[in-house]
């Protein structure tokens, strides 16, 4: 993934759910998501960053804040509103890592991250869940890159 960061000014603020002043993507992928957002009519709210999620880590036992990159409002081909909570991420990163022979560095962080996200993922799901939200990844895939 491309990696840069950036402010975004936003055509409709009265859309974005925050401060339409502040609003910050960390890579080319999410500043691609935001101008979709912005500039879709059937998108009707969007927040980058305004949802805490906890979730516990299988790395230490312990409970974290994870802060999905966005929350959307959608109005549906039948004319209904869905909430969706997204992630932005690497196809790559979605993906358990290979099991290697070798143990080095570089895979033990593979696998380390996979377990983070994996566990962010599944407790956003839950969230959503309780909630009555949709919680989806978008990859290079979904954003034709």
Same mark, same amino acid.
């Given at each position: 993934m491309k990696s840069y960061k950036g402010y975004y000014k936003p055509r409709n603020p009265n859309?974005? &759910?925050?401060?339409?002043?502040?609003?910050?993507?960390r890579s080319s992928w999410e500043r691609m998501c935001?101008?979709?957002?912005?500039n879709n009519t059937n998108v009707l709210k969007w927040g980058s960053e305004e949802v805490v999620v906890p979730y516990k880590s299988p &790395?230490?036992? !312990?409970?974290h804040r994870y802060y999905p990159d966005f929350l959307i409002k959608?109005? %549906?081909a039948k004319g209904d509103t869905d909430t969706i909570l997204i992630e932005v991420k690497p196809y790559n990163q979605t993906q358990p890592p290979k099991v290697r022979? !070798?143990?080095t560095k570089k895979y033990i962080n593979e696998v380390? %991250?996979?377990g983070i996200n994996s566990s962010k993922w599944q407790f956003a799901k839950e969230y959503c869940d309780d !909630?009555?939200?949709k919680f989806?990844?978008? %990859?290079?895939?979904e954003l034709g890159i």
């Open positions: 859309k974005y &759910i925050g401060d339409p002043d502040n609003i910050i993507y935001m101008v979709y957002f912005d &790395i230490d036992g !312990r409970y959608v109005r %549906t022979s !070798r143990k380390k %991250t996979y !909630r009555g939200w989806q990844i978008i %990859t290079e895939k």
